[in-house]
């Protein structure tokens, strides 16, 4: 009885992994394709692809033709999770959805109605993904954390690779963890070698990290780095429990 209930603990502390999603801003957009083709050799679990409308960030990527190109050019195992950083979100899902994304991750601050938007990005057949910007609350994210696939708490302001993690954003996602304890938990923005132990620590399970993997030298190295950090502190917790 005991061990089975041991057993059960377990299982259900294992329902998230350890998941390192390099996000391709930070790459050569000349070669972009390549770029991810690459990333994916080096042991990437996900593609994290940032899409800036200069509306809701100070900044211009890419749309759904692009991640229709890509799609086509790297095949359709890789896992697409789109950041969305556009100011009318409802726009595009059914065309993101069509061009291959596998997970839309909408903005809170971006909607009036985040239940409506959340229904739509299922029945297109996406996962879901929550963010909220530094200066949201994530109390203000609690109430849709049962209706999503995952949260994503920004760690610097949306609209820019390479900057500075902010460190006082752990405990929104400390908070989180401790509600949600199988929730997908996603950082994003200056995560890297010296900043991973803080998100593992506080409990974040799915790690973007642009110019610190793309940028290095040895992105295999880097990559396999950040999940074994992720993996011990997920190890870690559910022995705790
Ligand atoms: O969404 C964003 C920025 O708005 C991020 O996905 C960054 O592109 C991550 O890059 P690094 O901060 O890791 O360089
Ligand atoms: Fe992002």
Redesign the pocket.
């Known amino acids: 009885m005991v061990l089975a209930a041991r057993l059960h603990a377990d299982s259900t502390s294992m329902a998230y992994s350890a998941k390192i999603g390099p996000?391709i801003?930070?790459s050569d957009l000349a070669c972009l394709g390549r770029e991810c083709v690459r990333m994916m050799g080096c042991g990437a679990d996900y593609l994290?692809l940032?899409v800036?409308d200069g509306h809701f960030?100070p900044n211009l990527t890419f749309g759904h033709p692009m991640v229709e190109s890509l799609r086509k050019s790297v095949g359709p195992d890789p896992f697409f999770d789109m950041?969305m950083?556009v100011s009318r979100p409802e726009q595009w899902v059914k065309p993101m959805a069509a061009a291959g994304a596998n997970q839309y991750t909408f903005h809170i601050e971006s909607t009036t109605n985040p239940g409506n938007l959340i229904k739509e990005i299922r029945e297109s057949g996406m996962k879901v993904g929550l963010a909220i910007k530094p200066g949201t609350t994530v109390e203000e994210l609690a109430p849709w954390a049962n209706q999503i696939d995952m949260a994503l708490v920004?760690t610097?302001?949306?609209?820019?690779?390479?900057?500075k993690f902010m460190e006082d954003m752990m405990p929104k996602v400390s908070w989180l963890r401790s509600q949600f304890p199988s929730l997908d938990i996603e950082v994003?923005?200056?995560?890297?070698p010296d900043t991973i132990h803080k998100c593992a620590e506080a409990g974040a399970n799915m790690i973007?990290?642009?110019?610190?993997?793309i940028g290095s030298d040895d992105p295999r190295s880097v990559i396999s780095l950040l999940r074994t950090v992720v993996a011990e502190a997920i190890q870690k917790r559910s022995l705790d429990r």
């Open positions: 996000s801003l930070s994290h940032d800036m960030v950041h950083m920004m610097v302001e949306p609209g820019f690779g390479g900057q994003d923005g200056g995560v890297g973007v990290s642009g110019s610190a993997v």
